[in-house]
Structure formats: C-alpha cells, structure tokens
C-alpha cells in the first residue's frame, strides 16, 4: 500500500527511506510518483519540514539461481556523511588546528587540512548532532571555539530560514534561525550584501540567494 510521510526537521531522505525498507534515498527520489517533490528539491540533502514523500510500496524481486556454482550479488547500502569547513573569519591559516568531533558513537580527534574541510562517514544510528571542539593554539586543554552542529536541519536556499542559516554559518549573523524576517535577519543580509558586492536592501531576493549558494557551497 502506498503511503505518505511528511518530513519533519532534522530528517535525512536516507533516514526516511531506511525506515520504510529502502538501502537508498534514490529509491524513493528517482521514484516517479516523487517527480513533483523532485522539481521542488533538486538537492536531495536538502529537504524542508512539510515536503511529502510518497513511499511507493515495496516489490519482492525473484532471481533464478545456478545449481552447482556460484551466485554473486551485489547490495547497495548508502552512507550518510557529515561534513565541516572550517574558515577563520579573519582569513588567518589554520591548517594544522586540532580539531575534535564528537558525533553519535563515534569520537574524531584529528588537525585542520589546507581547505578547512572534514568529513566523517556515519554510522547507521549514529545521532546526526555532533559537538565540534576547535584549539586554535598550542597545547590548549580548553578548546578556542565550540559548537554544535547538526545534520539535516539545513534548509533549501528558497526558504528564509535556509537563508538565515547560511548567513550565521558564514558570520552574518542574522540571530535565530526561526524564518521570521526581524530586524536581526535583514541586518545580517545587508552585511552580506555589502561584503560581496550586491545592492544592500536587506531583502534576501534572487540574487542574493544564488551569490549566498555559491559562496556556501550549497
């Protein structure tokens, strides 16, 4: 029977594909009973609390088997990943910082590479919040920075909560990412604007969002 799910905040398509049975997200992305939910997502990582996915129902395949030999199979099993970039916002290097990622069951104590950017493969429950502990200096035993971040709680760029979110990632900071358009909001957006060239106005219109895409990365 098919049925319908409703994503809620913090919810991966692979997570929501696992829960009805599917190995993959493209199982249900690439279905096309999803092609209207496909046109509104064109990044699959990126989904909304409300979209609704239609979870097609599952079909026993049967496949002849050889006697006296042997059959090979092949199985897919998507990972999730999280992914940090870390950028000083005083443009200062920090290639080699120790960097410490708590997530899930999982503890990562590593340094910074050249582009700032670490990426740690998922365990299947792992816990998609992690605590991130950044030592800018030599033989800290309190870390410079510390955040948390969470996986899926990233919004599309059409959404002004997706906005938001981009803008305090890269040090606009626009306050709590709640989608409400307050003063806060359009303040940190005009100081993204200014930074990169854009007519400051504080609205967040096409432009803006496509210069913030890109210099996000998503």
């Not at 913090?10 to 096309?32: C, D, F, M, V, W």
């Not at 604007?193 to 803006?208: N, P, R, S």
């Amino acid at each position: 029977m098919t049925q319908q799910h409703t994503v809620a905040q913090g919810e991966t398509l692979l997570r929501i594909a696992k829960q009805y049975g599917y190995q993959t997200s493209k199982a249900l992305y690439n279905h096309p009973s999803n092609a209207e939910f496909k046109a509104l997502r064109p990044d699959p990582n990126l989904i909304y609390p409300g979209d609704k996915i239609t979870i097609p129902p599952k079909k026993e395949k049967f496949i002849p088997l050889r006697t006296n030999s042997i059959n090979s199979f092949v199985v897919q099993n998507e990972k999730e990943y999280f992914r940090l970039q870390i950028i000083h916002e005083d443009g200062d290097d920090i290639t080699g910082k120790r960097i410490v990622i708590t997530i899930g069951s999982q503890t990562i104590d590593t340094v910074l590479p050249g582009n700032g950017l670490i990426e740690v493969e998922l365990n299947e429950n792992d816990s998609l919040t992690g605590q991130v502990d950044l030592y800018l200096k030599e033989d800290q035993s309190s870390p410079s920075e510390s955040f948390t971040a969470q996986v899926g709680h990233l919004d599309p760029i059409d959404t002004l909560s997706g906005v938001q979110a981009r803008c305090n990632l890269l040090g606009f900071d626009c306050g709590t990412v709640d989608g409400i358009n307050g003063s806060k909001t359009k303040a940190g957006v005009r100081d993204f604007q200014y930074e990169h060239d854009l007519e400051v106005d504080g609205i967040a219109g096409a432009k803006t969002k496509a210069k913030l895409q890109q210099v996000f990365g998503s």
